[in-house]
């Protein structure tokens, strides 16, 4: 089981670091746009 997860995790790991990025950006605009109206 550790050593599948270990083999699924180093395959998809360049994928993983785009997905992890895609993540904070859009957690990113929904604070920005949940603030946005606060400030106007």
Same mark, same amino acid.
């Given at each position: 089981? *550790? +050593?599948d =997860? *270990?083999?699924?995790? %180093?395959? !998809?790991? @360049? +994928?993983?670091? &785009?997905d992890? +990025? &895609?993540?904070a !950006? %859009?957690? !990113?605009?929904l604070?920005v &746009? %949940? @603030? =946005?109206? &606060?400030?106007?």
């Amino acid at each position: 089981m *550790k +050593t599948d =997860l *270990k083999s699924v995790f %180093l395959r !998809a790991r @360049h +994928t993983l670091v &785009g997905d992890v +990025t &895609g993540l904070a !950006a %859009l957690v !990113a605009m929904l604070i920005v &746009g %949940l @603030h =946005l109206p &606060g400030m106007i």
